[in-house]
């Protein structure tokens, strides 16, 4: 029976339309019919080799067909491969297999970088890495026994003492003398080293009177000031200079004169730094001790030879100061940059005028009226008052807008 079927289905072409035709329809509404035969196509497509070669070519076949048809289809393909190479190239990650060799490399390399530079030369002063310095040993340097000796300083080895904790909590490095590579190869041949402190390289402790300053202290009697543009290395994050190197000179003199000088050592100045007066915000904004900054100043003066010509006026006090605020308005008050509030400043103009208002009525009331003209000239009237007292202030800057510039 189903050989007699499947030779009228080969021969018969009305019945094997009209098969067709019934499969495809009852395939499309039948449910059970189409999971039976998804299972079925799927099932042999794994197990029969021939089965999937032939509906790999002719998925192929019929692919190149629609898309030598459809042009919009074929951009379509060529788009979603493109993004399915990217993502596929993102999302594998070839992780190399670790050998014991390449294991024992990576931990030798860690054990090197987790020592920074802490290694003191004993000769130069300089803070080196492990691999650039070595043991010190000073019978090695018998070649000229002077330069050894005043060379070799010890400076930074550390010896315990009773003071010293059991044990002791200084870093093994600061334990043993250390010299690196390039000191022991001039000490060696009898030669004093480039970078030796012995050979008139080393920095002179700072004094007091100009290690308590602050930053903004500093500036105020800096000579030059330095302005560069300072940026973050990608690795490490580490700070860098790019570009150029710009010194200011700055007039010490004149900005030291014109802040007021203290009665007592406990009056202290607030003062605020700005690239420009005209602006209202502000760089630096610190607590300056005037004591401080003329007694650093003085030890200047003795010691430093491009400061022998600075004059310090010594007549500027903080009660000079509030004299002559009371005589003038300041500008800090005027445009609001760090003066009077609002309230203070109508407060203060509302005080100001009543008084004259008063004097302007009382001579109104008692004046005949061919008087009011004389009147009117002689006496100014409150706004051109106001207006006059504020030319003033203008024209004599106080010594806040003089420290700012």
């Not at 500093?218 to 190197?245: D, M, N, W």
């Not at 502000?282 to 004059?311: C, G, I, P, W």
């Not at 106001?386 to 420290?403: D, F, V, Y």
């Amino acid at each position: 029976m189903r050989d007699s079927v499947k030779n009228k289905y080969m021969t018969d072409s009305a019945f094997r339309s009209r098969k067709k035709n019934y499969v495809v329809k009852r395939y499309s509404t039948d449910p059970a019919i189409l999971n039976r035969q998804k299972k079925y196509v799927v099932q042999r497509y794994r197990k029969d080799p021939e089965f999937r070669l032939h509906h790999i070519q002719r998925c192929s076949l019929l692919r190149r067909r629609r898309l030598a048809a459809n042009p919009d289809m074929r951009q379509k393909l060529q788009r979603a491969l493109s993004i399915r190479r990217k993502y596929r190239q993102l999302g594998t990650s070839c992780q190399p297999v670790l050998t014991s060799v390449m294991a024992a490399a990576i931990a030798e390399f860690r054990e090197t970088i987790s020592h920074g530079p802490t290694y003191v030369c004993t000769v130069c002063h300089r803070t080196m890495f492990p691999n650039q310095v070595k043991s010190c040993k000073r019978v090695k340097y018998s070649t000229n026994i002077d330069v050894a000796q005043a060379c070799l300083t010890g400076t930074y080895v550390h010896v315990c003492d009773a003071e010293c904790s059991s044990p002791c909590s200084m870093p093994p490095e600061r334990l043993q003398e250390w010299i690196c590579h390039n000191c022991d190869s001039h000490l060696s041949r009898g030669r004093m080293p480039t970078h030796a402190v012995a050979n008139n390289l080393e920095l002179a402790p700072i004094p007091p009177e100009l290690a308590q300053l602050n930053m903004l202290e500093r500036q105020l009697i800096a000579k030059i000031l330095p302005f560069a543009k300072i940026i973050a290395l990608p690795k490490g994050q580490q700070r860098a200079v790019h570009g150029a190197v710009v010194c200011v000179p700055s007039e010490v003199e004149s900005v030291v004169n014109s802040l007021p000088r203290p009665l007592p050592e406990a009056q202290l100045l607030q003062v605020k730094l700005k690239r420009h007066i005209r602006f209202k915000g502000y760089q630096h904004f610190y607590t300056v001790n005037m004591k401080n900054v003329l007694v650093a100043l003085e030890k200047l003066r003795e010691q430093h030879s491009e400061y022998s010509d600075v004059t310090i006026d010594e007549q500027a006090t903080f009660q000079n100061l509030l004299h002559d605020s009371d005589n003038e308005c300041t500008d800090d008050a005027q445009w609001g940059e760090d003066g009077m509030l609002d309230e203070e400043l109508l407060e203060a103009a509302d005080s100001y005028t009543e008084p004259v208002l008063a004097d302007f009525v009382s001579a109104a009331g008692t004046s005949r009226p061919e008087d009011d003209q004389t009147c009117n000239t002689d006496m100014p009237s409150p706004s051109t008052e106001l207006e006059n007292r504020s030319n003033m202030s203008r024209q004599k800057p106080s010594w806040r807008s003089l420290l700012m510039t």
